[in-house]
């Protein structure tokens, strides 16, 4: 339902090879400081992380997401000037609490090198994917983006007498695109260009970078210059039982905020098949993940149920009444009034999702109630001998009355929910405004389509059929000992007194401590694995690790008669661990339910073997969450305020060692770590001032030798 996920607007700040603490004194204080004053706020998580400052602000359900973004970005605005220049400008998105892909979509190739899978996909598929209706983000997995890198040897740099400020000038200076002006001549003009001096790899390595007294030193003296990745530390893999360990980049798919999520995986399914028949030989286009099949599934369900329901009352209201002419009468009331409640959905601009769908499966059995009154009155008279013309006018004047009280009791049941807070008050509001509105449209049926229905159709039927007659028997026979045993109780009030405490009392008793959720668990048709190793590992050794674990859970996909269908893995994860490159995470994927004996949840738990054995790595599986109100986050959380971070650690430490007595609680974390490794230097100034070294050119020069920059771009085949 809409408005259960709260808008949350996400400013993000990338400053490559900046530790935790300059991202957060540098920038997220910065940003925290001017976004802490909008309308609507409910609370604001920031994370400082390295090389990366992410500020996610959650708004009130009432605040419209555009609105809200629009004040952010006027404020970020007010301060970008104050960042560091190096630091790439804020992003500010868009997107629901617990916002998340609609789907991933697979490009794979058992021929195609990574690299060039990424630049396929960065040049042609995220467009088209990007045109497709309501597609609000899109996010590519396991990109190894194209890029032109130059391995600077600092040995023969300092040989030739060069530092690396000259190296990223000289890049900068001669890798443009400039205006030259026009030149006129008879009868035309023309437009002077002065192009990019550098169209492939071998004149790149030809730029000059200084001359001396011998030669003129060029890029290649000093460097190594050649095609690859702007990062190595990211890993995508989607496996199949029929495709295994083929290169893959995923596509990520992200809905505009209240577009559905079926109806954009419709369209995404045939947008899917239009770039599959363009494709080149050895790429495969597939959906690896997609939300809406759970959705799809349970909605076909829900329909079913409604089938099930309209069935079974109007075969009930047959075997009561036992005349065919009369069914037809509720028969008729009951579409009608469900189709008249689409007007309140529309009134009250609600959507069709399956809480609504479930309260019209809940209305069946209501909303028929008035016309099966009203027929029966009819009928009642016409079995007395009037006609049905006049037995539908004194019937409906006798019943009318009746109908009326009953409709306004019901509606003061169900309306009085819309009042609930939170998001229990979101998924009953639009259950009791469907409920409610079926109600009113069902009693209008009644009051007038019913009695017009009964004058035409209904008659006296003299000859009962033997099904109909069986019936009528044995609920003569159990009216019957209804009445006897009604005649032996009424009179021991004592012991009906003593038995109505009892059941107060045991009722209390396991209401006490009968488990108490929002939803019950259900089976989604996957599970997820998170996982992380020790703070500060590596990205070879977190891959290493993950790989493990995919291997084992690739195992159980293989095995004959599996319940799995595919396997994702990303490495790092998703979210918040996106720049950590402890993290991973796995996706199981498991097959249709229709086609598996086991739910999801005995899946899991044979799989908890195989995840939490892996030496030296936290990981663990769970369940999806039925309804999805926040990023992954544990049942219980707390937070913690303080002055300052020493005094916040200390505090931490104590809630931890109080919790972790409870038994009765499993993996106590916090996101507050100060356990990453660091090298600290330290600049003998003297002796860097003696050299005519300031500390800002140690600083850019460690910057750009270990943790990498982007200096300038490279056209290839016009991008």
Request: proline share 3%.
């Amino acid at each position: 339902p809409d408005g259960i996920q709260p808008p949350v607007v996400q400013v993000k700040t990338d400053y490559k090879s900046a530790s935790a603490e300059i991202i957060d004194e540098e920038i997220t204080q910065k940003l925290e400081d001017v976004i802490g004053g909008a309308e609507g706020i409910k609370n604001i998580d920031s994370n400082s992380l390295n090389g990366t400052s992410r500020i996610d602000i959650q708004f009130n359900t009432d605040i419209d997401l555009d609105d809200a973004a629009n004040d952010i970005r006027e404020r970020v605005a007010r301060v970008v000037d104050n960042l560091p220049s190096e630091a790439s400008a804020p992003q500010i998105l868009k997107q629901a609490a617990g916002f998340t892909t609609t789907m991933w979509v697979g490009l794979s190739s058992p021929t195609w090198s990574d690299l060039d899978l990424g630049d396929y996909a960065e040049r042609y598929l995220i467009d088209a994917f990007s045109s497709v209706p309501n597609v609000g983000r899109i996010l590519v997995g396991g990109l190894r983006e194209l890029s032109v890198r130059v391995w600077i040897d600092p040995i023969k740099l300092a040989a030739n007498d060069l530092t690396i400020q000259e190296v990223e000038r000289a890049l900068r200076n001669e890798n443009i695109n400039l205006p030259a002006g026009t030149l006129e001549a008879n009868n035309k003009d023309l437009t002077l260009n002065i192009d990019k001096s550098y169209t492939n790899i071998d004149t790149i390595k030809q730029l000059p970078l200084k001359k001396n007294k011998e030669k003129v030193i060029i890029l290649s003296d000093v460097a190594n210059v050649e095609f690859g990745p702007v990062s190595e530390k990211t890993l995508f893999t989607a496996q199949s039982k029929n495709a295994v360990n083929s290169k893959t980049v995923g596509i990520g798919i992200y809905a505009k905020s209240g577009a559905s999520t079926v109806e954009l995986s419709k369209q995404i399914k045939v947008k899917i098949k239009e770039l599959n028949k363009s494709l080149p030989d050895g790429l495969k286009l597939e959906i690896a993940f997609n939300r809406a099949t759970y959705i799809g599934a349970a909605i076909e369900e829900v329909y079913k149920s409604l089938v099930i329901a309209f069935i079974l009352v109007v075969l009930i209201i047959y075997l009561f009444l036992g005349n065919l002419k009369a069914v037809i009468v509720p028969a008729v009331a009951l579409p009608v009034s469900i189709i008249g409640s689409f007007l309140g959905l529309y009134i009250f601009d609600l959507s069709i999702n399956i809480f609504v769908l479930l309260s019209f499966i809940l209305a069946i059995g209501i909303i028929t109630d008035d016309s099966v009154i009203m027929t029966d009155a009819i009928y009642t008279r016409i079995e007395n001998g009037e006609t049905p013309l006049v037995a539908a006018y004194k019937g409906s004047k006798q019943i009318t009355f009746a109908i009326i009280a009953t409709t306004l009791i019901l509606i003061a049941v169900f309306l009085p929910l819309i009042f609930i807070k939170g998001i229990s008050g979101t998924l009953f509001k639009e259950t009791a405004i469907a409920l409610s509105f079926s109600i009113v449209v069902s009693s209008f049926v009644a009051l007038t389509l019913s009695p017009m229905l009964g004058s035409k159709f209904l008659n006296k039927k003299e000859k009962i059929n033997f099904l109909v007659k069986k019936f009528n028997n044995g609920f003569k026979s159990f009216t019957k000992f209804y009445i006897n045993s009604l005649s032996y109780w009424i009179n021991k009030q004592k012991t009906i007194s003593i038995f109505i405490i009892f059941i107060i009392a045991v009722s209390g008793y396991l209401f006490s401590f009968s488990k108490k959720e929002l939803l019950p668990m259900e089976d989604r048709g996957a599970y997820l694995i998170i996982g992380s190793t020790d703070e500060g590992s590596s990205f070879e050794y977190t891959q290493e690790k993950a790989q493990i674990i995919e291997g084992r859970i690739l195992r159980l996909l293989q095995a004959e008669n599996s319940p799995y269908e595919r396997l994702i893995m990303r490495v790092p994860g998703f979210g918040k661990s996106a720049t950590t490159y402890n993290t991973f995470i796995i996706i199981a994927l498991l097959d249709e339910w229709k086609n598996r004996e086991k739910d999801s949840q005995t899946v899991l738990r044979e799989a908890i073997g195989q995840v939490v054995s892996v030496p030296e790595t936290f990981a663990f599986p769970i369940s999806p969450q039925s309804i999805r109100v926040s990023s992954y986050n544990k049942p219980v959380q707390m937070v913690i305020y303080g002055s300052s971070y020493e005094e916040l650690e200390e505090i931490q430490n104590s809630v931890l060692r109080e919790l972790r007595k409870n038994r009765n609680m499993s993996r106590i974390e916090s996101d507050y770590t100060k356990n990453k490794p660091e090298v600290k230097l330290i600049t003998n100034k003297n002796r860097a001032n003696d050299l005519g070294v300031s500390t800002e050119n140690i600083g850019r020069t460690l910057e750009t030798l270990y943790g990498g920059k982007r200096v300038t771009t490279f056209s290839k085949e016009g991008r």
